[in-house]
């Protein structure tokens, strides 16, 4: 099982729908959560962290799972402009000499809003 | 309002040239990431470095060697270029703590013919 899985989509919706994409991890300690949205040869951008509670920015809203080891992102009225590639990123601490934290990467789902 | 910036933003190399990649930052992290980026591939990380002077090899290190001599800025070096290593290589820092996010620059485009 990979570590960090998305489905790759793509998700084609119109215009004023309401779509989520899910993101599951394979390793329980993961410690902390994000979601970055990537346009066409661009670099990625965060979207926003993920937190235990979930939270909510406006027409996104995150929700993190720990039972069942996804993370959500779901986007209410859609606009052509969220079409974009969106990637979610885990962290996990290493427990070596520096203890430092890895982050392991989803390939991405790609979303098309349509007029 | 700088953040990550990187340079050259476009390179086109022959197969055996060398070439060095700089990637600056203004935000004072401890953090800095290479990453390339390939079709069907995702971010993979190449090097990263945790403060200035120390250096990590990522999951493809092979071809490439980096540097950070400055806390500011993280160096990725191509000794001997190959087709291979064609891509677009995106540099990312983060401060310390589990919650910080990465900030990217908006990448190099580098082909080697």
């Known amino acids: 099982r990979k570590e960090v899985e998305q489905d790759p989509g793509p998700f084609n919706v119109p215009e004023g729908a309401t779509v989520a994409f899910n993101c599951t991890y394979s390793?329980?300690?993961?410690?902390?959560f994000f979601w970055y949205r990537q346009d066409c040869r661009k670099e990625p951008k965060l979207l926003m962290s993920?937190?235990?509670?979930?939270n909510e920015d406006g027409r996104f809203t995150a929700q993190l799972n720990r039972a069942s080891q996804y993370i959500s992102l779901l986007i209410r009225d859609s606009k052509l402009s969220d079409s974009a590639t969106y990637l979610c990123v885990v962290t996990l601490l290493k427990f070596n000499a520096g203890n430092n934290r890895k982050l392991i990467w989803g390939l991405g789902t790609s979303l098309a809003v349509n007029p | 309002n700088a953040g990550v910036t990187q340079t050259p933003k476009f390179r086109v190399l022959k197969t055996g040239q060398s070439m060095t990649l700089l990637c600056a930052q203004d935000?004072?992290?401890?953090?800095m990431y290479w990453y390339r980026q390939d079709p069907g591939m995702g971010l993979r990380l190449i090097h990263y470095?945790?403060?200035?002077?120390?250096?990590a090899k990522g999951e493809v290190p092979d071809g490439y060697n980096v540097s950070r001599l400055k806390k500011q800025n993280f160096l990725l070096g191509l000794e001997s270029a190959a087709p291979s290593q064609t891509s677009v290589y995106f540099c990312a820092s983060r401060g310390t703590g589990s919650n910080q996010p990465q900030h990217f620059g908006d990448g190099t485009r580098l082909s080697i013919l």
């Open positions: 993920v937190y235990s509670s979930g």
């Open positions: 470095s945790v403060g200035e002077g120390t250096t």
């Open positions: 935000m004072n992290h401890e953090y």
């Open positions: 390793n329980s300690a993961s410690q902390s």
